[in-house]
């Protein structure tokens, strides 16, 4: 958790908006690859 910290910090991001954009990125990635339907 301290890493997850210091890299939201690094970023001018709060942690929960750091998290949720790493989702999106992933979901997203996912999407591309056809492993999750792409959605809303």
């Known amino acids: 958790?301290?890493?997850v910290?210091?890299?939201a910090?690094?970023?001018r991001k709060?942690?929960?908006r750091f998290l949720m954009d790493l989702a999106r990125e992933?979901?997203?990635e996912l999407e591309k690859r056809g492993i999750v339907p792409k959605g809303k």
């Open 5 to 7: 910290k210091m890299a």
């Open 1 to 3: 958790m301290a890493k």
């Open 9 to 11: 910090a690094y970023e």
């Open 14 to 16: 709060t942690v929960k």
């Open 26 to 28: 992933r979901i997203r």
